[in-house]
């Protein structure tokens, strides 16, 4: 068997095992990366999407390995710009895309089509700007700071044209607040033929219980009259009378012996 040679290691009394762990994964994870400028990554697609190929939809969201490549070029020599290639799912088809600083967006370069464009690719367009390529950061900044005054302006409801005559605006503030005295007037209307209603009713009802309580008091009349005429009747009198004069006898009971309870004399037999 051959020598064992013994390895002598000096830990510092500070030394941590755990930190020092990480420490050494961090490096290790740096030094795979930092001489690649492509590198496989795991990506949600960020806009739906055509393949030019075999016409497959890939939508928003999916996910895919995909490879992450940093280009040479710059966005105003400061933000870089990212390109990532991914496979169809169908026919295998290489879709790359690449990020966009200018517009915060995302732009397709080759194999495939955005479904649906989005409103920063047509910002320019829309707000009348046409971007320039090559332009400085105090141009990129005087034109943002333009776009967003037009925004604040169209939010706030301000009219771009200066021009526009002051007798025109006087008119529709007057032709508006004349609207709105006739929209009172009318509501007042209303309220004053709903009122008038609500005493009708009020009226009606109170008719109503008027007319009930002298029903019920002639009801009352008309019962009391039925009762006396019949009290006023001469056999009624007569009856009562002769009621009174029937004369009362009193009944006398006669108690029997237990032995002969119905009273029956019996004959005694004769000794023989």
Known sequence: MSERKSTNKYYPPDYDPVKAEQEARKLSKRLKTMNKDIMTIRLMTPFSM???????????????????????????????????EIRCPSCNNLISFKTNPKTGDYTMDVGGVKN????????????GNDVPENE???????RLEKEQQIENDKRSGKKQDDDRDRMEIVEERLAKIQREQEADAE??????????????????????????????????MITEQAFEDSDAKPGN??????????????????????????????KKKKKV
Not at 51 to 68: D, V
Not at 136 to 142: S, V, Y
Not at 192 to 217: A, H, P
């Open 187 to 220: 509501l007042e209307k209303i309220a004053l033929r709903e009122q008038v209603r609500l005493e009708k009713l009020e009226q009606i009802n109170e008719s109503r219980k008027r007319s009930l309580e002298d029903q019920e008091l002639l009801d009352d």
């Open 50 to 84: 055509r393949c030019l190929k075999c016409e497959e939809f890939i939508p928003k969201s999916r996910k895919f390995n995909a490879k992450k490549q940093t280009l040479p070029e710059k966005y105003l020599n400061k933000i870089r710009i990212y390109r990532f």
């Open 237 to 266: 009198k007569a009856d009562i009378t002769a009621k009174k004069s029937i004369p009362v006898v009193p009944i006398k009971v006669s108690v029997k012996k237990k032995n002969n309870p119905l009273g029956i004399k019996l």
């Open 136 to 142: 400085t950061l105090d141009q990129t900044l005087e």
């Open 116 to 127: 649906f464009p989005s409103h920063s690719d047509d910002s320019g367009s829309k707000l």
